[in-house]
Nanobody, 128 residues
Framework: QVQLVESGGGSVQAGGSLRLSCVASGASNSMTTKTVTWFRQAPGKGREGVATIYTGGGSPYYAGAVKGRFTISLDSAQNTVYLQMNSLKPEDTAMYFC???????????????????WGQGTQVTVSS
């Protein structure tokens, strides 16, 4: 069992930055060999994948809308995944969730149904 808690959301003006945190707990290997993905959901829209990282190593992967502006990173010692968000735009406004999946070959990383554990979300609001 994995519990996830996100934090770091808030309200910023366009062009600003925020850093989101996702802390995992519940098992000593909460983040070991897992796929951790940040999703977001704007009002009236579906949940979309933003950035993903495999905790066993390898390069992160980003959605086109955030590539070059967002950075996902892992602190294994702290069981924490971060999402650094720079050059924020009003269209980045959404509830942001982190999700964890047991990694398997062929998994579809930006499909919410692939993920077993979810946090409660943290709100990000970007004003123009």
């Amino acid at each position: 069992q994995v519990q996830l808690v996100e934090s770091g959301g808030g309200s910023v003006q366009a062009g600003g930055s925020l850093r989101l945190s996702c802390v995992a707990s519940g098992a000593s290997n909460s983040m070991t060999t897992k796929t951790v993905t940040w999703f977001r959901q704007a009002p009236g829209k579906g949940r979309e994948g933003v950035a993903t990282i495999y905790t066993g190593g390898g390069s992160p992967y980003y959605a086109g809308a955030v590539k070059g502006r967002f950075t996902i990173s892992l602190d294994s010692a702290q069981n924490t995944v971060y999402l650094q968000m720079n050059s924020l735009k009003p269209e980045d406004t959404a509830m942001y969730f982190c999700a964890v999946a047991v990694t398997r070959n062929g998994m579809k990383i930006f499909i919410p149904d692939e993920y077993t554990w979810w946090g409660q979300g943290t709100q990000v609001t970007v004003s123009s």
